[in-house]
């Protein structure tokens, strides 16, 4: 194994960790509030399909972005409206949206394009292209000319799209907004005590909101970023079980932004080592694809069972928040 | 009460219609790339909507969207009297073999398996044949030496694309290397073409210059890549010179269309049994229109071509992975 191979498998890692990072901070402030999110997925589909689907009418990939945020932030509302203003259960409103969003692109994408359920291929121009940093080398067979220095800057630095550098910035930002804002404390207080946030006068149910809509934005970059910069349009399911790996990695990262950095990166290394190395031989033995493609799920498992130690959520997490009278 | 009476009334009122407007017509069910992934299944609809248009007829169709799905999808059209049903997929073989001896009277067509049963008529491609043939123009084609297998589901079938890919590139440059890359073991291998992507890179950093992907949808994946990355790419069963011209050297070609268009026109009587569709009777072949005119030179067509005679007369034998489960040539 080379260098270049290395600094690959890095680099494919970012480009796979970034709809997982996002979605994990999405979850990350809605839970931090006290609103368990296990729609991460369904947000994160729909928010594929609307961004796919506008980015190719209009030709606009701006334009998709939006769309994205706002159907995904559409349905963080109906969560929110559901599990906040009618103290439904979340983890019910959740499932609710998984479902909603899966069949409801496919149906939407047939009446629309009549391609199966899918939007057609988008155009390069509609689509979040690579930023290419100064002096760097985009091909792949110009870059293995180069140092190793260079190499690691063409590769590994450059070339990703835009989203993946905004996915990287929220992470000191979210970890700033919360631990070091007013805004942050609070919202972090809702969702371990309520009771005593609403004491202080501050309004508890305005402040779940506020994190519901953060989190649907967050959610709405995900997905576009899998229809418009990773693929060229929507395919049915296409977001594949990735916001429930997401909502592992925020248990693992125990609710905290540069851990969710970490736990992502982590998972999306396997998923890349997966795709790069098909059978490892070691030794006499070799280690078969299957369990190479089975390796992030398996990491899921054990890491859950106990390896990260005790995490322990929002206190308040879950639980609808009713003023005592 | 009476609404709902009214409703339910019209309901079945609704389905009786839709049944016996449609019966006795042909059929064909999808598989799970779904119909309009650009390859395996939009060949099979194609040839279908041809039938359509020239006869004026009309077929019935589902395209399945779970394993589960596959015998119910047969028994219902069976049930409502479509015959001949035809059905795009190896993945359909068990489920026949248990559906076709329920419904002796209706003709049921498989491409790409063989059921054995009086009333099944077995369609396979030699696919080894004309992935040869691609393989010969990408070792051609290629600078550096190295070119790249993309398959889609780790099944005989796939192997077989890949083989014959790779005993075409090693005919023309004994030193060649060939990378070979499976996308996954379960039908979601078909529609991955985030996964595709990948493995496309992978291939490109070990030195690949041209990749052929065998995958249905996740394809798709793999022509985007090769067409960023700059390289050439060879697609599969539909002709896709046209999603990247200039970067597609060609398409392998499967003629399902053919197949289902032949059986349609056939109706119930289409002939029963094993019928394979080879370079002579043009089921597989490789693609040159205007898109990849520039890229294909004389030279290499002339090549091909006298392969392809060869194979047709006997001359050559391209050896096919299913007989055996090997192949000759060494992939990475």
């Given at each position: 194994?080379?260098?270049?191979?290395?600094?690959?498998?890095?680099?494919?890692?970012?480009?796979l960790?970034?709809?997982?990072?996002?979605?994990?901070?999405?979850?990350?402030?809605?839970?931090?509030?006290?609103?368990?999110?296990?729609?991460l997925?369904?947000?994160?589909?729909?928010?594929?399909?609307?961004?796919?689907?506008?980015?190719?009418?209009?030709?606009?990939?701006?334009?998709?972005?939006?769309?994205?945020?706002?159907?995904?932030?559409?349905?963080?509302?109906?969560?929110?409206?559901?599990?906040?203003?009618f103290?439904?259960?979340?983890?019910?409103s959740?499932?609710?949206i998984?479902?909603?969003?899966?069949?409801?692109?496919?149906?939407?994408a047939?009446?629309?394009?009549?391609?199966?359920?899918?939007t057609?291929?988008?155009?390069?121009?509609?689509?979040?292209g690579?930023?290419?940093?100064p002096?760097?080398?985009?091909?792949i067979?110009d870059?293995?000319?180069?140092?190793p220095?260079?190499?690691?800057?063409?590769?590994?630095?450059?070339?990703?799209?835009?989203?993946?550098?905004?996915?990287l910035?929220?992470?000191?930002?979210?970890w700033?907004?919360l631990y070091?804002?007013?805004?942050?404390?609070?919202?972090?207080?809702?969702?371990?005590?309520?009771?005593?946030?609403?004491?202080?006068?501050?309004?508890?149910?305005?402040?779940?909101?506020?994190?519901?809509?953060?989190?649907?934005?967050?959610?709405?970059?995900?997905?576009a970023?899998?229809?418009?910069?990773?693929?060229?349009?929507?395919?049915?399911?296409?977001?594949?079980?990735?916001?429930?790996?997401?909502?592992?990695?925020?248990?693992?990262?125990?609710?905290?932004?540069?851990y969710?950095?970490?736990?992502?990166?982590?998972?999306?290394?396997?998923?890349?080592?997966?795709?790069?190395?098909?059978?490892?031989?070691?030794?006499?033995?070799?280690?078969?694809?299957?369990?190479m493609?089975?390796?992030?799920?398996?990491?899921?498992?054990?890491?859950?069972?106990?390896?990260v130690?005790?995490?322990?959520?929002?206190?308040?997490?879950?639980?609808?928040?009713?003023?005592?009278? | 009460?009476s609404?709902m009476?009214?409703?339910?009334g019209?309901?079945?009122?609704?389905?009786?219609?839709a049944t016996?407007?449609?019966?006795?017509?042909?059929?064909?069910?999808f598989?799970?790339?779904?119909?309009?992934?650009?390859?395996?299944?939009?060949?099979?609809?194609?040839?279908?909507?041809?039938?359509?248009?020239?006869?004026?007829?009309?077929?019935?169709?589902?395209?399945?969207q779970?394993?589960?799905?596959?015998?119910?999808?047969?028994r219902?059209?069976?049930?409502?009297?479509?015959?001949p049903?035809?059905?795009?997929?190896?993945?359909?073989?068990?489920?026949?073999?248990?559906?076709?001896?329920?419904?002796?009277?209706?003709?049921?067509?498989?491409?790409?398996a063989?059921?054995?049963?009086?009333?099944?008529?077995?369609?396979?491609?030699?696919?080894?044949?004309?992935?040869?043939?691609?393989?010969?123009?990408?070792?051609?084609?290629?600078?550096?030496?190295?070119?790249?297998?993309?398959?889609?589901?780790?099944?005989?079938l796939?192997s077989?694309?890949?083989?014959?890919?790779a005993?075409g590139?090693?005919a023309?440059n004994?030193?060649?290397?060939?990378?070979a890359?499976?996308?996954g073991?379960?039908p979601?291998?078909?529609?991955?073409?985030?996964?595709?992507g990948?493995l496309?890179?992978?291939q490109i950093?070990?030195?690949a210059?041209?990749?052929?992907?065998?995958?249905?949808?996740?394809?798709?994946?793999?022509l985007q890549?090769?067409a960023?990355e700059?390289?050439?790419?060879?697609?599969?069963?539909?002709?896709?010179?046209?999603?990247?011209?200039?970067?597609?050297?060609?398409?392998?070609?499967?003629r399902?269309?053919?197949?289902?268009?032949?059986?349609?026109?056939?109706?119930?009587?289409?002939?029963?049994?094993?019928?394979?569709?080879?370079?002579?009777?043009?089921?597989?072949?490789?693609?040159?229109?205007?898109?990849?005119?520039?890229?294909?030179?004389?030279?290499?067509?002339?090549?091909?071509?006298?392969?392809r005679?060869?194979?047709?007369?006997?001359?050559?034998?391209?050896?096919?992975?299913?007989?055996?489960g090997?192949?000759?040539?060494?992939?990475?």
């Amino acid at each position: 194994m080379d260098f270049l191979t290395i600094v690959q498998i890095l680099d494919s890692t970012v480009r796979l960790a970034t709809p997982l990072l996002l979605a994990c901070l999405a979850g990350l402030w809605s839970e931090r509030a006290g609103i368990f999110d296990i729609g991460l997925e369904g947000k994160m589909l729909a928010a594929a399909f609307f961004s796919a689907a506008i980015a190719f009418t209009t030709g606009s990939v701006w334009l998709g972005l939006f769309a994205g945020i706002v159907a995904s932030v559409f349905l963080s509302g109906l969560h929110g409206v559901a599990s906040i203003t009618f103290r439904g259960n979340q983890l019910i409103s959740g499932v609710a949206i998984n479902f909603l969003a899966a069949g409801l692109t496919v149906v939407i994408a047939q009446t629309w394009f009549q391609q199966g359920g899918r939007t057609p291929q988008l155009a390069t121009e509609s689509r979040f292209g690579n930023i290419v940093l100064p002096g760097a080398e985009t091909r792949i067979r110009d870059i293995a000319q180069q140092g190793p220095l260079g190499q690691v800057y063409s590769e590994l630095i450059s070339g990703h799209s835009i989203l993946v550098y905004v996915a990287l910035l929220m992470v000191p930002l979210t970890w700033f907004l919360l631990y070091r804002t007013r805004f942050g404390l609070r919202l972090r207080a809702v969702g371990e005590n309520p009771a005593a946030v609403d004491t202080a006068g501050v309004s508890v149910v305005g402040l779940r909101y506020a994190a519901v809509v953060i989190c649907g934005v967050l959610c709405g970059l995900a997905g576009a970023y899998l229809a418009t910069a990773l693929n060229a349009g929507f395919v049915k399911d296409m977001s594949a079980g990735r916001g429930f790996i997401a909502l592992a990695a925020l248990i693992f990262a125990k609710w905290r932004p540069w851990y969710a950095l970490s736990a992502c990166l982590l998972f999306g290394l396997f998923d890349a080592i997966g795709n790069r190395y098909q059978n490892i031989q070691l030794g006499e033995f070799i280690v078969p694809v299957q369990f190479m493609q089975a390796l992030p799920y398996i990491l899921v498992v054990i890491v859950l069972a106990g390896l990260v130690g005790k995490a322990i959520p929002p206190r308040a997490g879950g639980e609808p928040y009713v003023k005592e009278r | 009460m009476s609404m709902m009476k009214t409703l339910m009334g019209a309901a079945a009122a609704l389905a009786l219609t839709a049944t016996g407007a449609l019966a006795d017509g042909p059929a064909v069910i999808f598989d799970l790339g779904g119909k309009f992934d650009r390859s395996f299944n939009e060949s099979a609809f194609n040839g279908a909507q041809r039938w359509a248009e020239e006869t004026g007829g009309t077929f019935r169709e589902i395209e399945l969207q779970s394993d589960a799905q596959r015998e119910q999808a047969m028994r219902r059209l069976a049930e409502a009297g479509a015959n001949p049903i035809v059905m795009a997929g190896f993945l359909q073989e068990t489920p026949l073999s248990v559906v076709a001896p329920d419904y002796p009277d209706t003709t049921f067509v498989i491409i790409d398996a063989v059921v054995d049963a009086p009333n099944v008529r077995s369609v396979i491609f030699a696919e080894h044949e004309g992935s040869y043939l691609v393989g010969m123009l990408a070792a051609m084609a290629s600078e550096t030496g190295t070119v790249g297998f993309v398959g889609g589901m780790d099944v005989p079938l796939i192997s077989a694309f890949g083989c014959g890919y790779a005993q075409g590139v090693v005919a023309v440059n004994p030193e060649a290397t060939v990378i070979a890359n499976m996308t996954g073991t379960t039908p979601a291998a078909w529609n991955d073409p985030v996964r595709g992507g990948e493995l496309t890179r992978g291939q490109i950093a070990r030195g690949a210059d041209v990749v052929y992907a065998a995958a249905g949808g996740t394809g798709l994946g793999v022509l985007q890549v090769a067409a960023d990355e700059g390289i050439l790419s060879i697609g599969v069963d539909s002709n896709q010179n046209y999603l990247h011209p200039g970067s597609v050297l060609t398409s392998m070609l499967k003629r399902v269309d053919v197949a289902v268009y032949d059986a349609f026109l056939a109706g119930p009587d289409v002939e029963t049994g094993v019928h394979v569709f080879g370079l002579e009777e043009e089921g597989v072949g490789y693609a040159l229109d205007e898109f990849n005119a520039e890229l294909i030179t004389a030279e290499m067509q002339e090549a091909v071509d006298a392969a392809r005679a060869a194979i047709i007369a006997g001359e050559l034998m391209v050896h096919d992975y299913r007989t055996d489960g090997t192949c000759p040539v060494q992939m990475q």
